[in-house]
């Protein structure tokens, strides 16, 4: 009997979730439509959200990179730290325009609070389209525990990026604009990321971690019932590194000694974080750890996600721990995979708390 009461909760929540989806109007339809109450497929088991406790003794690593160069032992060595126990921290004068960061949050925005009529024929989970709006690209995923509450436009900006006149036109130009300089700041951060492992400066841009860009422009609308509901789920982000803008609303936090830290928000600030496959590549020096979003009350909360991962998704390029950083007391941890390949594991699997590193320890 409990089997088939499974059976049947299982399918009346592919059903919800279809019907949502076929609405194409995301979490933000929702609250246009007036909703007070939380839908079933946003409500997360109980202990799922509860069990960790938060910590608001830690400071969230900070780090100012004025006068930035590769042979600044100083900030090299404040970035190998943070990348090696938290796994994140926050920049300042980063070299990217705060104006131009601002405006980036507005395009966002502008993107999400058109029409729906306008923003509908962008909704998509069709994984070969290089810009898409959806909710939840894990939505329909085998174990998540319930779908988040926000709103995001996808985009691929290099290194075959889209065109322009494929990119909505309410933030066509800052999407372009901000894509160019956060390409330059990923060209920096690997270097820094290289000299804090011990290796050559050009070493991960040589292996092309910072060739590949996605933009994802989320949107978390005001949430009626937060309590019952995450913004995003917890997750490790499955790129190299991710670099992440957010407004000043707050609620993403990072899981730090096992528990959950607020990130502060700074305006003008950036926050970098080190991606499941750069802890690979790296045998573990580097960590990519879990964070989170909370839903709100509050809202919209905006926040701008840029992965650098390969641009050559569809290729066969191999990556496994780095050789240079193996020695007999350092046998590698990991089995080698092509992006593709951990990209599909990882959105089959969706968000259930799991790493999906471990499926490729060995
Ligand atoms: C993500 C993410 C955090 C945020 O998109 O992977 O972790 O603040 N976003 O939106
Ligand atoms: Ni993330």
């Known amino acids: 009997m409990a089997t ?22 995301g979490v933000k339809g929702l609250i246009d439509g007036g909703i007070t109450k939380l839908p079933q497929i946003f409500i997360h088991p109980h202990d799922s959200l509860k069990k960790i406790p938060k910590n608001s003794n830690f400071i969230f690593p900070l780090i100012d990179l004025q006068n930035i160069n590769i042979n600044n032992k100083e900030i090299v060595k404040q970035i190998q730290e943070a990348s090696e126990t938290w796994g994140f921290f926050q920049v300042i004068n980063h070299g990217i325009p705060v104006p131009v960061l601002d405006e980036m949050l507005r395009g966002t925005r502008r993107f999400h609070e058109q029409d729906i009529d306008v923003r509908k024929p962008y909704y998509s989970r069709d994984v070969a389209r290089k810009v898409m709006y959806n909710c939840n690209f894990e939505l329909f995923s085998e174990k998540s525990f ?3 509450w926000r709103d995001s436009l996808y985009s691929v900006m290099a290194p075959d990026p889209a065109k322009p006149e494929e990119l909505p036109e309410t933030c066509r130009e800052i999407i372009i604009e901000y894509s160019n300089h956060v390409m330059k700041l990923g060209y920096t951060l690997v270097e820094l990321f290289s000299k804090g492992l011990g290796l050559k400066p050009n070493h991960l841009k040589e292996m092309g971690c910072a060739e590949g860009l996605g933009i994802l422009c989320n949107y978390y609308p005001k949430c009626p019932q937060p309590e019952l509901a995450l913004g995003s789920s917890r997750h490790a982000d499955s790129d190299f590194f991710t670099v992440l803008l957010q407004d000043d609303i707050g609620g993403l936090q990072v899981l730090h000694k096992n528990q959950w830290v607020d990130v502060p928000p700074i305006h003008g600030a950036l926050i970098i974080n080190i991606g499941d496959i750069l802890q690979l590549i790296s045998n573990d020096k580097y960590k990519s750890v879990d964070h989170r979003v909370l839903a709100n009350k509050i809202g919209p ?11 050559l998704l569809e290729s066969s390029r191999i990556y496994g721990p780095i050789e240079e950083l193996l020695s007999k007391d350092n046998p590698p941890k990991y089995r080698a995979t092509t992006l593709k ?4 594991y990882s959105s089959k699997k969706g ?11 060995i």
Request: no cysteine; aromatic share 16%; glycine share 4%.
């Open 4 to 25: 088939s009461n499974n059976t049947q909760q299982k399918y009346d929540k592919i059903s919800e979730l279809k019907a949502f989806d076929d609405t194409k109007g």
């Open 146 to 148: 319930a779908a988040d």
């Open 351 to 361: 968000f259930d708390n799991n790493s999906n590193l471990s499926h490729y320890k």
């Open 341 to 344: 390949d951990f990209f599909e």
């Open 301 to 311: 909360r905006i926040s701008v996600a840029s992965f650098f991962s390969t641009g």
